[in-house]
């Protein structure tokens, strides 16, 4: 079976299968040994199931996380297709904050846009579809600030600000709306001053 043949019916699988079936047991099974496949995610995704990531504010295996999160996204192939990658380096990004006693992956949306411009052109997937999947990956961070920061409604101004030069400056393929829908399907909380909803509402302003 060509690769071609197995791309499109995997398209068909993301789009139609609503990723809500968490608790059926088998059928997450099934589903991870699918995404573990060689001609699908491969060794990389295989890789991040279980994955402890060892950090208070992630309480699930990753690859529950990622389950999770997809459920929530906008039923399009590239929306879906972030999901399932946005968190795929952070087991070779994971490094411990001697500070906090936890692990941080630093750069794990760079290194994750990295793997999956690779996996999916192995794929053969459009231009198109790689494209603007993997600037949703890559800017999967850009909303949320650094944990060292106290944000106030000053800092919150200055952090859009630079928000939105990050975004043309870089020219991603994606636009501030689906990059704030990306966003707030994988975070609820940035920290314990402010959470990513204030920071979403003041992109819609502008």
């Given at each position: ?31 991870k040994?699918l ?7 491969g ?54 904050n ?6 941080r ?18 794929m ?13 990956i890559?800017?999967?961070m ?8 106290k ?53 819609s302003?502008?």
């Open positions: 079976v060509s690769q071609e043949r197995i791309t499109a019916e995997l398209s068909k699988i993301f789009t139609l299968f609503s990723f809500r079936h968490l608790k059926n047991a088998r059928l997450m099974s099934l589903l040994e995404m573990c496949q060689e001609c699908v995610f060794s990389k995704w295989q890789d991040s199931c279980w994955f402890d990531q060892k950090n208070p504010h992630h309480d699930e295996a990753l690859h529950q996380h990622v389950f999770r999160m997809t459920s929530k996204l906008p039923n399009k192939l590239e929306f879906k297709l972030a999901g399932l990658l946005h968190d795929i380096a952070k087991p070779s990004t994971q490094v411990l001697p500070k906090t006693g936890f692990m992956y630093i750069g794990h949306a760079v290194e994750s846009a990295i793997s999956a411009r690779e996996l999916l052109t192995k053969k997937f459009s231009n198109d579809v790689i494209d603007k999947t993997v600037d949703l890559a800017s999967h850009f909303l949320v600030p650094k944990e060292s920061e944000m106030n409604q000053d800092r919150l101004d200055q952090h859009v600000a630079k928000l939105m030069i990050k975004i043309a400056e870089r020219k991603l393929n994606v636009s501030i709306e689906e990059m704030c829908i990306f966003t707030i399907c994988d975070k609820t909380r940035v920290n314990n001053e402010i959470d990513i909803v204030s920071i979403i509402t003041e992109c302003r502008i």
